[in-house]
C-alpha cells in the first residue's frame, strides 16, 4: 500500500458518484417529499391553489432570488475557499518542514558518520588523502604521526560519541516517520496528546555533545555545527506541528452542510410547480443532479484535505526520503556488527 493510500478515505471517494446518481434516481420522491413537508407545516393555510403553486412561487421568487439565495451562495462561497485554501496551505508548510527536517537530519547523520570514521583509530592509520582531508576539517591533528595514549582514548570516546549519538537519531526518524503516516494528523490535533516527545532524541543528541565539549573530547566547531543543526530540527518540527494542529472545528464543517442543505432547499422552492414538474421533469432531475453532485465534490475535497498524508492530494511522496535515510541507519548498524564480529 502506497504512502498516500488511507482505506478510510477510499468510501468517501466515491460521494461524487453515488450522491449525484441516487439524487437523479429519486429526484421525484424528494421533491414530492419535499412538498408534503410544507403542506404539514404550513397548518395555518385554509384554501387550496388551483394553479399547482405557480403563483405562490412567482411571488416568492424575488424574494428567494434578491436575497436568501445571494446571501447563501456567498457566505458559502466564501467558506468554502477561505476551507481549501488553509487546508491546502497548511499541506504545503507541512511538506516544507519535513523537507527541511530531512535534509538536516541526512546532514547531521554525515557528521556523526565522519566522527566515527575518523576517530576510529584503525581506520585513521590507513586512511587515505580524502580521508585525512575530511579528518582534518572535524578538528584533529592526530594523523601523520602515532597517537599517544590519552589521544587515543579521546578518540574512542569521539567514535562512542558518534555511535551513540546515531541510535537516538535513528530513533527520531523512525518517529518522523510514525508522524507522517495517512490518519496520523488527528494525533496532534488532540491537545491532550500532542506533546512532541520526539525531540526528546533531539535533546539527548545536544547533551551527548555538551558533555564532550565539557570533557574536551569533542571540538567547539563540531560541537556548534551539531548543536545549530539540533536546534533548526527543533524549530521546524515546532513548526510542522503547529501547522498541524491548526484544523477547523466540527462546527465549522456544521455550518457549510446546513448551507449547502439551504441552498437545496430554496432550488427545490423554486421548482414547486405542478406544471414545472410537468414538462421539464428531466431538466429538473439534471439541474438537482448538478447541484448535489457539486455539494458532494467539495466535500470529498475538505474531507481529502484534513490529512496531508493520506489522499488524492498527499505529500506522502516526501516521506520516502525518510525511509532512506533510516534504511542508511540500519546499514551503518550492520557495518558495526560486522566490524565488531571481525574484531
Not at 15 to 34: D, E, K, M
Not at 167 to 172: A, D, E, G, S, T
Request: charged fraction near 15%; aromatic fraction near 8%; hydrophobic fraction near 40%.
Amino acid at each position: 500500500m502506497g504512502l498516500n493510500k488511507n482505506p478510510a478515505l477510499q468510501p468517501i471517494l466515491l460521494l461524487p458518484i453515488l450522491f449525484p446518481i441516487t439524487s437523479f434516481l429519486f429526484y421525484t420522491p424528494i421533491a414530492s417529499g419535499f412538498r408534503t413537508l410544507l403542506e404539514v407545516l404550513n397548518t395555518d393555510r385554509n384554501w387550496i391553489p388551483v394553479d399547482g403553486g405557480a403563483y405562490q412561487i412567482e411571488i416568492l421568487t424575488p424574494s428567494i432570488n434578491g436575497i436568501v439565495l445571494p446571501s447563501l451562495c456567498i457566505l458559502f462561497a466564501t467558506l468554502v475557499s477561505t476551507t481549501i485554501t488553509q487546508l491546502r496551505d497548511r499541506q504545503l508548510a507541512v511538506r516544507t518542514c519535513l523537507n527541511i527536517e530531512s535534509s538536516d537530519l541526512s546532514r547531521l547523520s554525515l557528521i556523526l558518520s565522519m566522527i566515527d570514521s575518523c576517530s576510529n583509530p584503525e581506520e585513521c592509520e590507513t586512511s587515505d588523502n580524502s580521508d585525512r582531508e575530511l579528518y582534518s576539517n572535524l578538528g584533529s591533528a592526530s594523523l601523520g604521526r602515532p597517537m599517544s595514549i590519552e589521544e587515543g582514548v579521546i578518540q574512542t570516546e569521539k567514535y562512542s560519541l558518534g555511535s551513540s549519538s546515531r541510535v537516538f537519531l535513528r530513533k527520531y526518524v523512525v518517529s518522523l516517520i510514525k508522524e507522517s503516516r495517512p490518519g496520523s494528523s488527528g494525533f496532534f490535533s488532540n491537545s491532550a496528546t500532542s506533546t512532541p516527545m520526539s525531540s526528546n532524541e533531539l535533546n539527548t543528541i545536544s547533551s551527548k555533545f555538551y558533555t564532550a565539549l565539557s570533557a574536551g573530547t569533542c571540538e567547539m566547531h563540531i560541537a556548534d555545527t551539531v548543536q545549530g543543526i539540533v536546534c533548526r530540527l527543533i524549530e521546524y518540527r515546532s513548526r510542522r506541528i503547529s501547522s498541524l494542529q491548526t484544523t477547523f472545528p466540527p462546527l465549522h464543517y456544521g455550518i457549510l452542510s446546513l448551507l449547502a442543505l439551504s441552498i437545496s432547499s430554496c432550488f427545490l422552492l423554486e421548482t414547486d410547480q405542478e406544471a414545472l414538474a410537468f414538462l421539464n421533469a428531466l431538466q429538473l432531475k439534471i439541474l438537482f443532479t448538478m447541484l448535489v453532485g457539486t455539494f458532494s465534490s467539495l466535500a470529498v475535497v475538505c474531507v481529502d484535505l484534513s490529512d496531508p498524508f493520506g489522499g488524492s492530494y498527499s505529500i506522502g511522496s516526501t516521506v520516502l526520503q525518510l525511509f532512506s535515510l533510516r534504511d542508511s541507519f540500519n546499514e551503518n548498524a550492520l557495518a558495526d556488527v560486522d566490524d565488531d564480529a571481525d574484531g
